[in-house]
């Protein structure tokens, strides 16, 4: 496992901007493939973006294809989400997630996890 730990969430107005970061540490970080989700209240945790540890492979979602982004830099072990164009459907707590193998959309396959970060699209 490794520790996860998000910032850079906030409020934002309907197509404005906000870049999330996860700052990463433990052993061998690089070799962890990373995710983020996202849950609204009352609802599941469901999967946004993941990068592998090559970043050259990239999963995203329909929702918010196009309008978000994912990156990592393997050297400061911490991952972005830079996300434009947002909405009020966005509203979310983000979370950051890592694990060894390649991405997953299964949030039950990663075993290591932030603490969250709150994200809030007024309309």
């Known amino acids: 496992q490794v520790a996860l730990v998000e910032s850079g969430g906030g409020l934002a107005q309907t197509g404005g901007s906000l870049r999330l970061s996860c700052a990463a540490s433990?052993?061998?970080?690089?070799?962890?493939?990373m995710a983020w989700f996202r849950q609204a209240p009352g609802e599941e945790r469901v999967f946004v973006m993941g990068?592998?540890?090559?970043?050259?492979?990239?999963y995203d979602t329909d929702p918010v294809k196009g309008r978000f982004t994912i990156s990592r830099d393997n050297a400061k072990n911490t991952m972005l989400l830079q996300m434009n164009s947002l909405k009020p459907e966005d509203t979310a707590v983000y979370f950051c997630?890592?694990?060894?193998?390649?991405?997953?959309?299964?949030?039950?396959?990663?075993?290591?996890w932030g603490q969250g970060t709150q994200v809030t699209v007024s309309s």
């Open positions: 990068i592998n540890t090559g970043g050259d492979i990239i």
């Open positions: 997630a890592a694990r060894v193998w390649a991405v997953s959309h299964n949030s039950n396959d990663y075993d290591s």
């Open positions: 433990g052993r061998a970080v690089s070799r962890y493939a």
